[in-house]
């Protein structure tokens, strides 16, 4: 029997956002992911905590909320500057083992912080096929499947 997660936390680092990356394309990418996730996992958001908000944050937050469900904005924690670190912060909803170091959790990261993912680190075809962790999740009861307007699903 597969025991699948009854709720998820998600981290995301806001370090480094500013005007230039509130285009519309970038948002309506947001609000599609919200929109997936909203359809798709109800109920299973446990937290969403928002770390490192920059000041530009409000703006993007104003445009993006009205779209969020409200239980679904509940869920939100936004934590601006380094005070995600003390009581009420991260730890309180994460093992500091899995929040990444630059972030003062126990996990190394091999990626840097920000930027670009170095070729170094992507994976070969070859590697994901043998790799246990994918194959993991190949074999959930889970199936992908592509669907193009206009034509039929079962």
């Known amino acids: 029997m597969i025991r699948l997660p009854r709720s998820w936390t998600c981290l995301v680092d806001l370090e480094g956002l500013n005007m230039r990356h509130l285009w519309r394309p970038g948002v309506k990418a947001l609000l599609r992911i919200i929109e997936v996730v909203e359809a798709n ?12 908000a920059p000041r530009v944050f409000p ?30 912060g991260v730890c309180d ?30 994976q070969s075809d070859d590697e994901a096929e043998t790799s246990d962790h994918i194959r993991l999740w190949t074999e ?10 206009g034509a039929p699903h079962e």
């Open 41 to 52: 996992y109800p109920e299973t958001l446990g937290r969403l905590l928002i770390v490192r």
């Open 59 to 88: 703006v993007l937050w104003t445009l993006v909320s009205p779209f969020i469900n409200e239980n679904s904005r509940r869920k939100f924690l936004i934590y601006s500057g380094n005070n995600y670190q003390g009581p009420g």
């Open 140 to 149: 959930t009861l889970y199936h992908s499947a592509f669907i193009y307007k």
């Open 93 to 122: 909803y994460l093992d500091k083992e899995i929040i990444p170091d630059f972030l003062g959790g126990d996990c190394m990261c091999n990626i840097p912080e920000g930027g670009l993912v170095p070729k170094s680190l992507y």
